[in-house]
């Protein structure tokens, strides 16, 4: 950063900036946390030989603060994947059901923004489509530390039971959508895409208005033909821009599935691989007629639903990355 031609590049300065505000925070809580576990270490031996019993209250209260500040930071410690560092590329899909799927998809993505703007990170849609009741499919870029690491255990169908809004009868209803979290990969080593195996189409880009949106064919479509991947980018003004977003996202999602082939044939070999179903959801989302936020992966669960989906998702979140640890560490 002190370099001279630092902001030469202005786009890649700005995300050494973040990062290096990030690291200077983490580093801090680190320090700030060695810092009060010394004082607390110095307090108890003084209350140890004074035998002062009303400082030992006073410390045990300090000691479970201390225990609670490590363990968040601790978190941290638990990312080892080759792109937990990485910023992260997160789409919902809304299930079959109409304005109830598409409704929850719609909460689905708030809880999500709600979620990476509580930690500070950096939101931004790349592509949209919505219904008449709320979203079909929408893609964020989500820019910040370990979004990545955090946002991966995520990935998998959603489900939800509630009386639904849409229904005249009150009736409980119960739909899906399908939630896919990709790494951002600027270079993937040995990984190129054949010019020949693309179908590139352009078209008018839709959102909520603005210079040249809705006037000019600056939104990309590309179609792996291969695989039959398709990936939309109407997000810039520019077809240039929306074009190299638009093989960004799609080589991260030819690179995850080449990872999801091998995992499924490593698995296969050791005998425990099990086909992927939409009905095989990893978290079931339940408001009626009790509430109830379960994750089918961990068992981890909490009755605190509203808070879940305000964003309250780091337990879920920790809970999947311990497992994901001791599943790696096993015979």
């Known amino acids: 950063m002190s370099a001279a031609d630092f902001w030469s590049d202005a786009e890649r300065a700005k995300k050494v900036s973040r990062e290096a505000a990030e690291l200077k925070r983490e580093h801090g809580e680190w320090d700030a946390l060695k810092k009060d576990v010394l004082e607390s270490s110095e307090l108890a031996e003084m209350a140890e030989h004074e035998k002062d019993s009303g400082t030992f209250d006073e410390l045990e209260s300090s000691f479970a603060e201390l225990e609670k500040r490590y363990k968040k930071l601790e978190f941290s410690m638990l990312f080892s994947g080759a792109h937990d560092s990485s910023n992260a590329m997160l789409a919902v899909h809304a299930g079959s059901g109409g304005d109830e799927a598409q409704d929850w998809a719609a909460m689905l993505a708030r809880m999500y923004t709600r979620y990476a703007e509580a930690r500070g990170w950096k939101v931004e849609i ?3 489509s919505l219904g008449e009741a709320g979203i079909k499919s929408i893609m964020f870029k989500i820019e910040g530390r370990y979004s990545y690491g955090y946002l991966k255990s995520e990935a998998g169908t959603h489900r939800l039971v509630r009386i639904s809004p849409f229904d005249a009868e009150k009736l409980r209803h119960t739909t899906f959508a399908l939630v896919e979290v990709l790494p951002e990969i600027d270079e993937v080593a040995d990984f190129d895409v054949d010019p020949k195996d693309l179908r590139i189409d352009t078209f008018m880009s839709g959102g909520k208005g603005g210079q040249s949106v809705n006037t000019t064919y600056s939104a990309v479509r590309i179609v792996h033909i291969p695989t039959g991947i398709t990936v939309n980018c109407q997000n810039e003004r520019s077809q240039a821009q929306n074009k190299e977003n638009a093989l960004k996202i799609l080589k991260a999602k ?66 999947y990355l311990r497992s994901q640890v001791e599943a790696s560490r096993a015979p």
């Not at 009905?279 to 408001?287: A, D, F, M």
Request: glycine share 6%; aromatic share 10%; proline share 1%.
């Open 126 to 128: 790349i592509s949209e």
């Open 254 to 319: 030819l690179f995850k599935l080449k990872e999801e082939e091998l995992e499924r044939e490593k698995k296969s070999l050791r005998g425990e691989f099990k086909s992927a179903e939409w009905g095989s959801q990893i978290r079931s989302y339940v408001l009626h007629p009790y509430k109830l936020v379960k994750d089918h992966r961990t068992g981890y669960e909490t009755s605190e639903a509203e808070k879940v989906l305000e964003g309250d998702l780091d337990s879920f979140m920790e809970a």
